[in-house]
Nanobody, 124 residues
Framework: QVQLVESGGGLVQAGGSLRLSCAAS????????MGWFRQAPGKEREFVAA????????YYADSVKGRFTISRDNAKNSVYLQMNSLKPEDTAVYYC?????????????????WGQGTQVTVSS
């Protein structure tokens, strides 16, 4: 099994920054595309960002483009989401996910493994 554990969430004021981390427990981490998704209260889960297995390709939702950066460190079996210029509408539970097929897609149905989520709250 692939276990994913997110960390780094918290409370921040609008305009501030947070860095989320996701650690994977598998030796095949380098074979997986990784994605970040989020779910706000009362809303469906939405795509945030994705990165290919090598880190050479990234893909962002329009709502976060220019503010968020996804990266990975395959030597540490970890993927990161740097979030800058945070807005109250960014408030959500953030999940990392792994895709063994390396699609780095916005479609959450293409990801096979999911973390437990970490809460991000942005105050006005």
């Amino acid at each position: 099994q692939v276990q994913l554990v997110e960390s780094g969430g918290g409370l921040v004021q609008a305009g501030g920054s947070l860095r989320l981390s996701c650690a994977a427990s598998t030796l095949t981490f380098t074979s997986y595309a990784m994605g970040w998704f989020r779910q706000a209260p009362g809303k469906e889960r939405e795509f945030v960002a994705a990165i290919s297995r090598s880190g050479g390709n990234t893909y962002y939702a329009d709502s976060v483009k220019g503010r968020f950066t996804i990266s990975r460190d395959n030597a540490k079996n970890s993927v990161y989401l740097q979030m800058n210029s945070l807005k109250p509408e960014d408030t959500a539970v953030y999940y990392c996910a792994a895709d063994p097929s390396n699609y780095y897609s916005s479609n959450d149905r293409l990801y096979d493994y999911w973390g437990q989520g970490t809460q991000v709250t942005v105050s006005s």
